[in-house]
Structure formats: structure tokens, C-alpha cells
């Protein structure tokens, strides 16, 4: 179990509060953990999945990204845990042997992209849609699904691809 090393007490990284008088950290709050992973506390805007790429917005909450959400420069995490819609709970910022949603027979160590899918990323090219530092570590299979991957201050480029 991942655990925090930032010498904050309470950090539970699978754990998920429904009320705002339950949350025991502040927005925006982060730490590291045992995995060399950064986790940021946040809120849900919407339903997370484990395994999502979200989009963190300017006020702390998290959405799945998709293309027509994703913004250039855009902060992106990775939860680990499933989050309910208007719940807080943390996600990863970066680090190695994540787990990353990305859609079938993806390729692994090439340039990633957002997609139509919510929270899933692939090789398929979109124009404005690179996330670039996330790279998978084996190829997908024909399903769907989550993988490990290395992910490195992954953001929205501002690359225009063709």
C-alpha cells in the first residue's frame, strides 16, 4: 500500500470523502508518496474512475478529460482510486508506474493523445490534443483498459499536430 512521505498524517490515497465536513485536507494540498509518485487533493466535478486522466482545473476539481475539454497547458492527473461525483480525494501529478487509461491496441513509448472517450488516452493523432510526458510501458490489448506508464509533468501541448 502507498503510503505518504511527506510527514502529513492522515494520507490515504485510496480514501475518498463525500462531504465537505468529512475532508481532511485543503484543495490543492500535496504530498508525495512511497511510489515517487506527487498527489494533489482534489474534488470530482464528475464521476472519476480508477485509472482516469483528468483535467485539474483552476479551483481544485477534477473532470475526465476528453478533446473537447482538454485545454492547451492544461494540468492533467491520474486517478489511482475512483472518486463520486462531488467528492474529494487525491490524484497522481507524475511519477512512474502509474496507472493510465488508454483505449484498445494503443502502442506503447509514443506520443500520446486525448480522445472522445472520457479519461482515456491514445495513439491516434488529434490535432491540439498531445499530452505530452505520459508514456505507457507495453501495448494495449484489445480491450480497453488501464496500463502502467511513466508520466512526467504531463500536460496539454501546444503543438499543433496534423
Sequence with gaps: MVYSTSGRLGVNFTDTE?????????IGEQVFGSDGA??????????????????????????????ATASVGSALGFAQTAIASGSFGWVALRG???????????????????????????????????VEG????????????????ICAYPHISRHLMA
Design 38 to 67: 506527487e498527489y494533489v487533493y482534489t474534488r470530482a466535478a464528475a464521476a472519476v474512475v480508477a485509472s482516469d486522466v483528468v483535467s485539474i482545473l483552476v479551483d481544485g476539481t477534477v473532470t475526465p478529460i476528453t478533446t
Design 96 to 130: 512512474p508506474n502509474l496507472q493510465v487509461n488508454v483505449l484498445a491496441n494503443c502502442a506503447p513509448s509514443v506520443m500520446l493523445f486525448t480522445t472522445a472517450t472520457a479519461g482515456f488516452l491514445d495513439d491516434a493523432t488529434v490535432t491540439l490534443g498531445l
Design 18 to 26: 463525500a462531504t465537505t465536513a468529512n475532508k481532511a485536507f485543503a
Design 134 to 149: 505520459v508514456m505507457t510501458q507495453a501495448a494495449a490489448t484489445s480491450n480497453a483498459t488501464a496500463h502502467t506508464a
